[in-house]
């Protein structure tokens, strides 16, 4: 009940797509929700951040774990030295079906999650990440491989 309240909330605010069978636990935030798109069966956890200034699409099957950002805009380091004009990059974030993002983890603009992949806790994910692949650290590379794959060498 109380879920199927919380979905009747968000797409009164304005939700383009919220799947069916999305948990939520917890407080959230999201800007721009009209620019974001959660499919079904996703887990979001207290303290979740996402941005939505140009686009940002979960698939099904999701888990994003307390505290993670999502950002899909922040600003251009190269313009960062001229305080006058400072520019904003923005480039939609993908988060495949059947991710996991870790606590504390950051996917910043442009970047695509492929499916089944995970992204440990306290990553920043600066690049793209491969279908059914293991990342973390600062910036994030690659680590294991899902399903069975283990480790990278």
């Known amino acids: 009940m109380l ?11 304005g939700w383009r797509t919220f799947g069916k069978s999305v948990a939520i636990f917890g407080d959230f935030t999201v800007i721009h929700p009209e620019n974001v798109s959660i499919g079904s069966n996703c887990a979001i956890n207290h303290g979740v951040f996402l941005l939505g200034r140009c686009g940002i699409e979960i698939g099904n099957d999701v888990v994003l774990s307390a505290r993670c950002m999502i950002l899909d805009a922040g600003l251009d380091p190269g313009s960062f030295a001229e305080a006058k004009e400072r520019r904003y990059v923005d480039a939609a974030v993908k988060v495949g079906d059947g991710c996991w993002i870790g606590a504390g983890a950051i996917i910043l603009p442009g970047v695509s999650i492929g499916p089944r992949s995970v992204v440990g806790a ?6 793209d990440v491969p279908p059914d692949s293991i990342v973390g650290g600062n910036p994030a590379r690659m680590i294991g491989r899902t399903g069975g794959g283990g480790a990278v060498e």
């Open 122 to 127: 306290g990553a920043v994910v600066t690049r």
């Open 3 to 13: 879920q199927r309240l919380g979905r009747y909330w968000l797409r009164l605010k």
